[in-house]
């Protein structure tokens, strides 16, 4: 049974940093792709992040391009994602995500329907 857990989130003021992490579990970490996903009340889920199986190669959403950085621990079936220069808009439940397809830009649309498996997300709250 595949599982995703992501590290607990927290409050941080706007400008700060927060660092999420989610292990797998289940599955062959390195044959998946990953990515980050997050949903705002009322909104609807957003595709931040994605990074290949390998972790050669990465994008990004530009709502978070030049603040957030995705990476992976393979070795340790872990993947992250660093949050820089948070804004009160960053504010949603965070969700790492696997597939088995590429990771491309075009995987972050429609709320991430081509990944196969999700965590069960976690809070992020930013204050200003």
């Known amino acids: 049974q595949v599982h995703l857990v992501e590290s607990e989130g927290g409050l941080v003021q706007a400008g700060g940093s927060l660092r999420l992490s989610c292990t797998a579990s289940g599955l062959t970490f390195g044959d998946y792709a990953m990515g980050w996903f997050r949903q705002a009340p009322g909104k609807e889920r957003e595709g931040l992040s994605c990074?290949?199986?390998?972790?050669?190669?990465?994008t990004y959403a530009d709502s978070v391009k030049d603040r957030f950085t995705i990476s992976r621990d393979n070795a340790g079936a872990t993947l992250y994602l660093h949050m820089n220069s948070l804004k009160p808009e960053d504010t949603a439940m965070y969700y790492c995500?696997?597939?088995?397809?590429?990771?491309?830009?075009?995987?972050?649309?429609?709320?991430?329907?081509?990944?196969?498996?999700w965590g069960q997300g976690t809070q992020v709250t930013v204050s200003s």
């Open positions: 995500a696997a597939t088995v397809l590429l990771c491309e830009k075009e995987m972050l649309r429609d709320g991430g329907r081509m990944f196969n498996y």
């Open positions: 990074i290949s199986d390998s972790g050669d190669s990465t």
